[in-house]
């Protein structure tokens, strides 16, 4: 019957798929203690408590010392706490360490091997045992090393790669960020240049707004002391200095009060020009370390070039509408439900712009476009001339109008260019370098191509 030949099939079926189950669990077990067998350490991760890592030869010897507490640092050569990440990889390293191939006995001759003068010990200590690692040369075909456990072990092979990942110098190891907080927990910024006037700013209320008690009239642009904590908070040393090569005087001093009543300080002395480097002194690492010294010229000399000189007073996200016309065309952009960007004529719905990137592009740079200098209101000719050709237009999220408008560029010039912003009240005169109205034209000349 056919109900019994189905019942047949679906034993078999039953039968097959245990069978091949049963066949890859054998598989995944074989291979698993395959990998097991090639292990070269077997031991409880958590139990290791001290690495010693021994490179070079005779002289150039050196010996690094690591020890866990609740956290790794290095005691010796000196105390300091240890790059995370990298430290994360070498234990990795140490844990999994296989066999390339095993060569065998030495035959009491461990030196044609390099062994007898090893390029790099790596010893731990777990519970109350040492295991040593011991690796010699390369082998002849360069592609890997030769290696044995203690002192008498059998001799086998590691790859290149696993003892470039185990061959790790103090640099290496020690810690190079230098600050541990984030941009958003600083609640203050105090900046000393040497032999010049010091300013300081404070976070108002926890928000994206900054003042400065010295000038509390100017507006301070947020986007640009967020830029100067992003410059400190990513700093990171490129080597380490001498342990007196910090001068007593810095050429610069930053000094950062977080929202928990913690300081945090960086001193930076005059830079190696020839090097691109200055030594600096951190209150969150160990010693002086080495910086690049571009630190230098990207902090701000005044609270004045913090300053709020922005063309659009909306941020690039807040923006819903974007209508212009200038010498190229002009056009009608508005901010789509589906979060695209579409082109609105009239009444009829939007029509979806395919490629949005010019104006994500368009609007990154209006965010951060600025003016140079503001012409005092009534000042001749600081209204705009009568139908004026080129203008943009903003409307942000919350329904607020802003817009420029400017004269047709000259050919060319090395000055300034007059351009008249507004929001709320009337036009205000500011004037704009010719290379950034220029820009101005030529994102709107792309606009008008959508």
């Not at 139990?47 to 020890?67: D, N, P, T």
């Not at 706490?81 to 095993?102: I, N, T």
Request: glycine share 8%; charged share 30%.
């Amino acid at each position: 019957m056919k109900w019994r030949s189905t019942a047949v099939y679906l034993l078999v079926l039953l039968l097959v798929s245990g069978i091949y189950l049963v066949m890859e669990a054998k598989k995944k077990e074989a291979s698993r203690k395959e990998k097991q067998s090639r292990r070269v350490f077997v031991f409880d991760a958590a139990a290791v408590k001290k690495i010693e890592i021994r490179s070079g030869e005779g002289e150039e010897k050196k010996v690094i010392l690591l020890e866990k507490a609740d956290n790794w640092k290095i005691s010796e050569p000196v105390e300091a706490d240890v790059d995370r990440a990298l430290f994360a990889d070498f234990f990795s390293s140490l844990e999994d360490l296989e066999q390339e191939r095993k060569i065998g006995e030495s035959a009491g001759n461990p030196g044609v091997f390099g062994l007898d003068k090893p390029s790099l010990v790596v010893r731990l200590l777990t519970g109350g045992d040492w295991l040593d690692l011991h690796v010699g040369d390369r082998n002849p075909a360069g592609t890997a090393r030769y290696a044995r456990v203690g002192q008498g072990g059998d001799i086998f092979m590691i790859s290149s790669a696993t003892f470039r990942a185990l061959n790790k110098n103090l640099k290496d190891l020690r810690r190079k960020e230098l600050f541990s907080w984030q941009p958003d927990q600083v609640s203050e910024v105090d900046v000393k240049w040497r032999d010049e006037k010091e300013f300081s700013l404070e976070r108002q209320g926890g928000a994206r707004q900054w003042k400065c008690s010295a000038t509390p009239d100017l507006a301070i642009k947020a986007r640009k002391v967020e830029n100067l904590l992003d410059e400190v908070h990513w700093l990171r040393a490129v080597d380490f200095a001498e342990k007196n090569s910090m001068p007593s005087q810095a050429l610069l001093e930053v000094t950062l009060k977080l929202k928990d009543g913690k300081i945090s300080k960086l001193k930076v002395a005059n830079p190696d020009e020839a090097k691109k480097e200055a030594v600096a002194d951190c209150s969150e690492i160990q010693g002086p370390v080495l910086l690049a010294s571009h630190i230098l010229t990207s902090m701000p000399r005044s609270v004045v070039s913090l300053a709020d000189r922005s063309l659009v007073p909306a941020d690039a996200a807040d923006i819903r509408k974007i209508t212009w016309k200038s010498e190229s065309g002009g056009g009608n952009l508005v901010l789509m439900e589906s979060k695209g960007w579409g082109t609105k004529e009239g009444e009829a719905p939007p029509r979806t712009v395919e490629n949005s990137g010019p104006v994500r592009g368009f609007l990154a740079f209006m965010e951060n476009a600025e003016y140079d200098k503001a012409v005092e209101p009534g000042s001749p000719g600081s209204t705009p001339p009568q139908g004026a050709p080129d203008s943009v237009q903003f409307e942000d999220v919350f329904g607020r109008k802003s817009s420029l408008t400017w004269d047709r560029l000259p050919a060319e010039t090395t000055g300034l260019v007059s351009v008249w912003m507004q929001s709320d009240g009337a036009p205000r005169e500011v004037r704009v370098k010719y290379e950034t109205v220029k820009r101005l034209n030529e994102s709107l000349a792309r606009l008008s191509e959508k």
